[in-house]
């Protein structure tokens, strides 16, 4: 859990902090989280092609050249944004995921060339556990705001997602509300 050869950058924004844990996620996010995506592509993938069948139907009845060029046109539209669609899900759902860095004063995350740190306290201490597919969620006490209807406001908070190995995940889970909660 421990013995993770850590990028440069994520070694000097450690220094000389104490490591307690250090984990490379698998993936950077849970798989469910892209479901919509790709449910969103196969819609706009099947509804031009369902369409075609029947408009060309129709048109091969009037057989006009130019309102099934303009068919052809409109209806691809739709069809490459679901091919789009499909390719941003699988890219995705395949993400690999950046290293977690846990330090008695906070949480690293380091992604992409990225790094952000999170202080204990910014944590709310909502903690989702799953061993079975080896998922953490941390939620921070920040998050997006957003207007609903009748122009109240709520906000969504931000998670954190760790994707590992179910026994590396139960042991990061207690060192973290732990520290979540000593804290507060």
């Not at 013995?3 to 220094?15: A, F, H, V």
């Not at 008695?104 to 201490?125: A, D, M, N, Q, T």
Request: hydrophobic letters at 40%; glycine letters at 8%; one cysteine or more.
């Amino acid at each position: 859990m421990n013995n993770i050869l850590l990028p440069s950058e994520l070694r000097s924004t450690i220094d000389q902090e104490p490591i307690e844990f250090s984990v490379i996620s698998t993936k950077h996010r849970p798989p469910h989280k892209t479901y919509f995506v790709f449910g969103i592509s196969i819609m706009m993938i099947i509804a031009p092609i369902s369409s075609f069948f029947i408009i060309n139907s129709i048109v091969s009845l009037s057989q006009d050249e130019v309102l099934d060029t303009l068919t052809l046109f409109l209806l691809f539209i739709p069809f490459l944004g679901g091919i789009l669609m499909a390719i941003l899900g699988f890219y995705l759902k395949n993400q690999k995921g950046g290293y977690f860095v846990g330090t008695p004063s906070r949480l690293i995350y380091y992604f992409g060339g990225v790094v952000k740190s999170y202080h204990w306290s910014e944590f709310s201490g909502i903690i989702e556990t799953n061993l079975t597919k080896g998922e953490l969620s941390l939620q921070l006490k920040s998050g997006r705001t957003f207007v609903g209807k009748y122009k109240t406001k709520y906000v969504v908070p931000y998670m954190l997602y760790i994707l590992e190995n179910p026994d590396t995940i139960s042991k990061v889970e207690k060192i973290c509300r732990e520290k979540i909660q000593s804290n507060r």
